[in-house]
């Protein structure tokens, strides 16, 4: 049962311009949730995260929104640089500490 | 960032052979380690949870047996997968939980391994 979706598998944005990652969860008990971002033959690397009594966090050119009636999460990478040209992991977690992860989101940042 | 090492990073072996694969936090003790295996274009999935100095915790369909997990310390856990298969070809990735400032556990990743069994 995929507890927390990406549901766009893909997304191309032009260098300078904002990428906008979204990640829906189905779980209500979730309480923290992260984002990953991994290159190919890579483990993923810790981006930003956000607890469940937020509904923003920002750290530097990344922003993760959070809407708990929604069930869902956004992330806000601007201005976007080549480099960013990753997958990105939407992960979530309750007080057990186990991860579920989304499927990814493989974004290019077009020159 | 936590910096976790994770060794070797691709290994080609025998049908047969089994496979030793570590993961140590560098700079943290890790009470608690994760495994987890990538299939191409899939999402990460949960394998077994280690913690130091008991026996770990196996997600529902891993064998046990065949995917063996030692956590002898608080910054190492080694993951030996047993009369290894070319079905048990996959990425494995092993992470390290760290206690975030706000109580908050957050994972640090190793760069994980590419088994290929022949």
């Known amino acids: 049962d995929q507890q927390v979706k990406q549901n766009s598998p893909s997304l191309s944005v032009q260098e300078g311009r904002i990428s906008i990652l979204n990640c829906d969860y189905t779980n209500s008990m979730f309480d923290y949730f992260l984002w990953y971002k991994k290159y190919p033959a890579e483990g993923p690397t810790f981006l930003i995260s956000?607890?469940?009594?937020?509904d923003k966090n920002e750290d530097g050119r990344f922003t993760v929104f959070l809407n708990k009636s929604a069930k869902h999460l956004s992330l806000h990478i601007v201005p976007s640089q080549p480099g960013d040209s990753a997958v990105y992991f939407c992960?979530?977690?309750?007080?057990?500490?186990?991860?579920?992860f989304g499927a990814g989101t493989t974004v290019t940042v077009r020159a | 960032g936590a910096v976790v090492s994770q060794h070797p990073s691709w290994v080609i072996c025998k049908s047969g052979t089994s496979v030793k694969i570590e993961c140590r936090s560098l700079d943290f003790q890790a009470t608690t380690m994760f495994w987890y295996r990538q299939f191409p274009k899939q999402s990460l999935m949960l394998m077994a949870t280690?913690?130091?100095?008991?026996?770990?915790?196996?997600e529902q369909g891993v064998e046990k047996d065949k995917f063996l997990i030692n956590h002898a310390s608080l910054t190492l856990s080694t993951l030996t997968v047993t009369s290894a298969h070319p079905e048990d070809s996959s990425f494995y990735i092993c992470?390290?939980?760290?206690?975030?400032?706000?109580?908050?556990?957050?994972?640090?990743f190793g760069a994980g391994t590419r088994l290929s069994v022949l």
């Open positions: 956000i607890s469940s009594i937020k």
């Open positions: 280690s913690n130091e100095g008991s026996k770990a915790t196996y």
């Open positions: 992470s390290a939980r760290m206690r975030g400032l706000a109580g908050k556990n957050i994972q640090y």
């Open positions: 992960a979530a977690t309750k007080n057990d500490y186990k991860l579920s």
